[in-house]
């Protein structure tokens, strides 16, 4: 069945109805008729599914058939992936909601080649939220990942060890997770690194579970832009609390170091 997104604020399992684009992509893209019937996510883990009873106005109206709620994921992984050249944050962004990610936050690191300004950083996340809600629709994630506004790194790690909101969670639809727990401190941070000291996933993530006889619960992961991290970057997430970690010997693309490192984390925290 067609799935479509309602916003937290608009949901009320009493007064279905699909409006604005999602109205026009199921009555003028899709065709769907009187009798049909699909799926509704929230994007914070309820789902509805229902028929279609009305297509006469601006509005579909809809009738409640059965309605669930989805579990939230095991463990927290958040991306914090530096903005590289060309469309591939988008297929980033796209792959990240597929594996699990619940948070992607885009960096502008020193070396991103793309130059964003305060008002093409709110265009940019815009966009890039629009993504993941369609990748969510796709995939069946009934648990939608945030994408922040664009931020320099020392912005972004100013924003998690003050526990503060960033700001266009201020104008977003309210999470029924507490903003605490939007905000945690991490259990692990980690950052993707080509020096020489950086461990192995595998054995950090041994030995966390070693140590406290329980897999991480939350997990910052950073990826660099095309030639890394710069070397003050990588010694300000030292800093922070971020552990290097390798990626093999092999020097991976940007976008393909991404999903390698949400399914790692995907299949030994997530499963």
Not at 96 to 116: M, N
Not at 125 to 150: D, F, M, Y
Not at 191 to 218: C, N, T, V
């Amino acid at each position: 069945m067609h799935r479509f997104y309602i916003s937290p604020e608009n949901w009320d399992p009493r007064a279905l109805a699909l409006t604005g684009s999602e109205a026009h992509h199921a009555r003028d893209v899709l065709r769907m008729k009187a009798g049909e019937k699909l799926v509704l996510f929230d994007g914070q883990g309820r789902e509805i599914t229902a028929e279609i009873v009305d297509l006469s106005g601006d509005k579909i109206g809809l009738r409640k058939l059965h309605e669930a709620e989805t579990a939230v994921l095991r463990c927290r992984i958040v991306l914090g992936q530096a903005i590289p050249k060309g469309k591939n944050m988008e297929l980033i962004v796209q792959k990240a909601v597929e594996i699990g990610a619940a948070e992607i936050a885009p960096i502008i690191s020193d070396r991103t080649i793309v130059q964003i300004d305060s008002e093409r950083a709110a265009q940019k996340q815009s966009k890039w939220q629009q993504i993941a809600i369609e990748a969510a629709k796709q995939c069946g994630q009934n648990w939608l990942p945030r994408v922040r506004t664009p931020k320099k790194l020392a912005e972004f790690f100013h924003t998690v060890e003050a526990g503060v909101p960033p700001a266009e969670s201020l104008v977003s639809p309210p999470t029924r997770l507490s903003l605490q727990k939007d905000f945690e401190r991490f259990d692990l941070r980690l950052i993707g690194s080509l020096q020489p000291d950086a461990q192995h996933l595998k054995k950090i993530l041994a030995d966390y579970a070693s140590e406290h006889q329980h897999r991480p619960r939350s997990v910052l992961i950073l990826v660099g832009p095309e030639g890394d991290f710069t070397p003050a970057e990588l010694a300000l997430a030292r800093r922070h609390g971020c552990q290097p970690i390798t990626l093999g010997p092999i020097i991976l693309r940007v976008e393909t170091a991404a999903i390698y490192c949400l399914s790692i984390l995907s299949y030994e925290l997530l499963i």
